[in-house]
């Protein structure tokens, strides 16, 4: 995030990577006062680019939680999304689910390539982890990793930038599981555990070391 961008900008950010936030949350993320937050929060509300809700959790008054809007979401752009989605129709009506697939396998190979040749070299497992959200974040899916408890991590993806074609044609997800799977390695299960086209709001994979029990 670049240093001059507007308390906007990084309040969108905060919700598209953290999910449904407080005003407090908020404020603790600007360094700035609560009521400064929520007269953001307000703004924003104001121009459709957050929506809130207020959740009850025991005594007190109801938290209220602001999360972006369908508008807000316009602001991670779905790359050439029309013309993607007018190509795989293209494609299919040419070419057939078969040539569709054909694609889809070379996009594949091609793309496991370039990772496994940045992946190499790395000591661990988790310094692979590390360089794939580091490749996935330069492609525009906005990754970030972390450590769960017996040494498996998890791979998140805060926004998907092939959006509409994944939803045009599912095998495009269905790849790429496959190409973290490979380009992990044999030492490694990769597993879905949130997906953006089932109304998740993000893409999550837990990776575990081979010979571990995923729970």
Same mark, same amino acid.
Do not use: P, W
């Given at each position: 995030m670049p240093a001059n961008a507007s308390s906007e900008e990084r309040i969108l950010r905060h919700l598209k990577f953290r999910g449904a936030q407080?005003?407090?949350?908020?404020?603790?993320?600007l360094d700035i006062t609560v009521p400064? @937050?929520?007269?953001?929060?307000?703004?924003?509300?104001? /121009?459709?680019?957050?929506?809130?809700f207020d959740e009850t959790g025991g005594v007190g008054r109801p938290k209220r939680f602001w999360t972006l809007s369908a508008r807000a979401q316009a602001r991670f752009p779905?790359?050439?999304?029309?013309l993607t989605v007018e190509m795989i129709a293209s494609i299919r009506e040419?070419?057939?689910?078969?040539?569709?697939?054909?694609?889809?396998?070379?996009?594949?190979?091609?793309?496991?390539?370039r990772y496994r040749a940045a992946l190499d070299g790395a000591d661990?497992?988790?310094?692979?982890?590390?360089? *794939? @959200?580091? *490749?996935?974040?330069?492609?525009?899916?906005?990754?970030?990793w972390s450590r769960l408890d017996q040494g498996r991590f998890l791979l998140v993806e805060n926004h998907c930038p092939i959006c509409a074609a994944a939803r045009a044609c599912q095998n495009f997800?269905?790849?790429?599981?496959?190409?973290?799977?490979? /380009?992990?390695?044999?030492?490694?299960?990769?597993?879905r555990t949130e997906h953006l086209l089932d109304g998740a709001r993000r893409c999550a994979y837990r990776i575990t070391p081979a010979g571990r029990v995923s729970q």
């Open positions: 407080t005003a407090e949350a908020v404020a603790r993320h400064g @937050a929520r007269k953001h929060l307000i703004a924003m509300s104001e /121009a459709d680019l957050v929506s809130h779905d790359t050439h999304a029309a040419l070419f057939g689910k078969e040539g569709l697939d054909r694609l889809i396998a070379a996009r594949e190979n091609q793309t496991l390539a661990d497992l988790a310094g692979r982890v590390e360089r *794939l @959200a580091a *490749l996935r974040s330069e492609e525009g899916y906005m990754a970030e997800c269905r790849s790429e599981l496959d190409t973290f799977r490979a /380009a992990l390695g044999a030492d490694a299960r990769v597993e």
